[in-house]
Nanobody
C-alpha cells in the first residue's frame, strides 16, 4: 500500500522561507513524477512543482518560479520543496503526490492517484 507523509509546514511572515518534505512508502516503480500541489481556501487545487525521477526534469507553476525549488530527498522516493521569499498568496494546504507515467509535456495534468494528507503553510503579511 502506498503512503505519502508530508512534513515541514508552518507559519511565516512574508519574505520568509519554509522547507516541505515528503516520503513515499510502498512505491516500487522506477520512473515517476513526484509533485507538490496546493489548495487555498475557496480555490481549486493547483500544481506547484513536479520532478521526474527518470532524468531529474523539474516543472514549476509560473507563480513560484524563481522562489521555489523541488528536489529529490536523500531517498529516491522522497521529495523536498524549498520555498523562499514566501508571499501571502502562497498560503494553503500543500500536498505531495506521486504517479508512475512516462515523461509528459504537462505533468500537472492527468490523474495523480496517490496523495499525502497535506501540510498547512500560512504566510502573513
Amino acid at each position: 500500500q502506498v503512503q505519502l507523509v508530508e512534513s515541514g509546514g508552518g507559519s511565516v511572515q512574508a519574505g520568509g522561507s519554509l522547507r516541505l518534505s515528503c516520503v513515499v512508502y510502498g512505491y516500487t516503480y522506477r520512473n515517476n513524477y513526484l509533485g507538490w500541489f496546493r489548495q487555498a481556501p475557496g480555490k481549486e487545487r493547483e500544481g506547484v512543482a513536479t520532478l521526474y525521477t527518470g532524468d531529474g526534469t523539474t516543472t514549476y507553476a509560473d507563480s513560484v518560479k524563481g522562489r521555489f525549488t523541488i528536489s529529490q530527498g536523500s531517498a529516491k522516493t522522497s521529495v523536498d520543496l524549498q520555498m523562499n521569499n514566501l508571499k501571502p498568496e502562497d498560503t494553503g494546504m500543500y500536498y505531495c503526490a506521486v504517479v508512475h507515467r512516462p515523461k509528459v509535456l504537462r505533468p500537472f495534468q492527468g490523474d495523480w492517484p496517490d496523495w499525502g494528507q497535506g501540510t498547512q503553510v500560512t504566510v502573513s503579511s
